[in-house]
């Protein structure tokens, strides 16, 4: 396992160990011990979900203002760009995005610290995105950034307008999001 650091401070990007031949691939998604080892985070998972998405679908950005949420993320079928917005106000990279493709491909996973805002959109005919979290789902702190916040910029690459959530289009612009300390 290769862990690589993102322009977003805690931000991980995490690429496994794959082991292939002419049967097919081995990989291990997830091993507690080697995690911490390499990234120094001790991370109690509490929850796996579990989404499938069609393309164009858009997820986000969510957070949870109490009960913050840590996500390690990948794709286990297709593909989507995975975002990433810093809610930290103490943070050097507040308010800053980063994205990237997270696909069955190239197996890709991305830790994300509590503290940051989430989301995707589907870049393949579908995916599905699987992610553990570092604290259960708790509906009432659930938050939503407008996902095309002209102050936060973050560049989607979609073919027309993305398929939303009632939620997700009601999402309030970073200016009036709560945040972090």
């Known amino acids: 396992m290769k862990i690589h650091a993102t322009p977003l401070a805690g931000l991980l990007l995490i690429e496994p ?99 940051f805002a989430h989301g995707f959109t589907v870049t393949s005919d579908m995916a599905e995105v699987q992610y553990k979290t570092t604290d259960y789902w708790a509906p009432e702190f659930e938050r939503s950034v407008i996902w095309n916040d002209p102050a936060v910029g973050i560049v989607w690459p979609l073919d027309g307008e993305p398929l939303l959530s009632a939620k997700d289009k009601g999402g309030v612009p970073l200016a009036q999001a709560e945040t972090f300390p």
């Open 17 to 115: 160990t794959v082991f292939g031949d002419a049967r097919g691939y081995f990989y291990e998604s997830f091993n507690a011990r080697r995690f911490a080892e390499l990234t120094g985070v001790q991370a109690g998972f509490v929850q796996d979900n579990h989404s499938r998405s069609a393309k164009g679908v858009l997820r986000g950005m969510h957070y949870q203002i109490q009960q913050p949420q840590g996500k390690l993320v990948r794709v286990t079928a297709g593909a989507i760009f995975d975002a990433v917005l810093d809610l930290r106000k103490s943070s050097p990279t507040f308010g800053r995005w980063y994205g990237v493709e997270l696909s069955a491909d190239n197996k890709l996973q991305l830790w994300i610290p509590p503290g």
